[in-house]
């Protein structure tokens, strides 16, 4: 059974830095293909940045304008959201994921195995 913890949300203002991690158990990350998602209040959950298996490939939101960055430490079995830049636009709760199998997707139904989230708050 894989289980996802996710960690690190906050509140930061306006320009500031954060940093999410999402702890994998139960299989190895090398084998899996992961994303952060978010979703604020009254909105659907969305995309923000997957991970392809080994880390050989990522992928971005639009929206993202190269401010976060997706990585992965396979030694701790954990994989990263750093997040700069962040705007009040970014306020919501974010979501680790993960899937077995080939491919990528940005769509949430894609994805197999969730974390609990973890919420971030930028203030203006």
């Known amino acids: 059974q894989v289980q996802l913890v996710a960690s690190g949300g906050g509140s930061v203002e306006a320009g500031g830095s954060l940093s999410l991690a999402c702890a994998a158990s139960?299989?190895?990350?090398?084998?899996?293909?992961m994303g952060w998602f978010r979703q604020a209040p009254g909105e659907e959950r969305e995309g923000v940045t997957c991970i392809t298996a080994g880390g050989d490939s990522t992928y971005y939101a639009a929206f993202v304008k190269g401010r976060f960055t997706i990585a992965q430490d396979t030694a701790k079995n954990t994989f990263y959201l750093e997040m700069s830049s962040l705007e009040p636009e970014d306020t919501a709760m974010y979501y680790c994921a993960a899937r077995t199998g080939s491919g990528w997707s940005l769509i949430a139904s894609w994805y197999d195995y969730w974390g609990q989230g973890t919420q971030v708050t930028v203030s203006s």
């Open positions: 139960g299989y190895t990350l090398s084998n899996m293909r």
